[in-house]
């Protein structure tokens, strides 16, 4: 039997490669010179489209696929997925959910807990000699027993809030509707804002939550906020918050996603008050092999006639 065709945008760990290359034939997108040639090359023998949650699928790739029948997402959110291409064509699209929900928000508190003790600067301080030439480290502000905001409370939300509770936070939360869970909801997100002292976003990203975290929201987190962003860059409007945390209007910020990345806008570079990391929250040797497996299994299923995992569409 011939193997399926598939089209693969960007790179994976070799212990997904091999299998992935065993079972179908892997078409790398990200390895071709000349993208749109090597595209209307393989476009259409391709019945499916293995991309990263960050990479997505365009319309044009889309497209460029006539016999496409699934795209399978190696990561939770599938934002960067044209969905309205592919429900005009009744293309399947599978992600990861649940596998990388705790590695996800372990980042996000990694974070807060780094940016709120200085600990970067802690390290600096003892490597430079400061320690012994000036003495102690400038004091920093305390996490626990303080107000956090949670602004999307699905999964990743959850398993945030479950972390912080753990620190005594007094805990806040904002999205689209109320949940079962012993937290305050607060719907607007300005007035989340002004009650929490972190605000960490954790909002599935869509086309309606594009800079749910605007220039109000960054203002009403203040001087002493920080904004914490383990979602997507669109949920925020990264111009409002490149102003404010220049000028002090916020505190400070902890971001492991970018407009443009990983080309980040290199003001961020010569800001102190924020900690950037290289959108990696799910980035364990043990999430991305589920992630691996997950979209291996989703493809699969696929292609023996079988129900999709953990469909999308
Ligand atoms: C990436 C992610 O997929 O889950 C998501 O939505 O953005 C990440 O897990 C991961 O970095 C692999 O590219």
Redesign the pocket.
Known sequence: MTKPQILQV?PYPEWDQGPLDQAFTMHRLFAASDKAAFLATVGPQVRAIAT???LGANAAMIAACPLLEVISV????YDAVDLAACRARGIRVTNTPDV?TNDVADLGVAMMLMQARGMLGAERWVRDGSWAAKGLYPLQRKVWGRRAGILGLGRIGQAVATRLAGFGMDIAYGGPRPKDVPWDYIADPVALATRSDFLFVTLAASPATRHTVGRDVIAALGPEGMLINISRASNIDEAALLDALETGALGSAALDVFDGEPALNPRFLALPNVLLQP??A??TIETRKAMGQLLRDNLTAHFAGQPLRTPVL
């Open positions: 960007g990263r949650g960050e190696y990561g939770v959110g990388l959108h990696h799910s980035g």
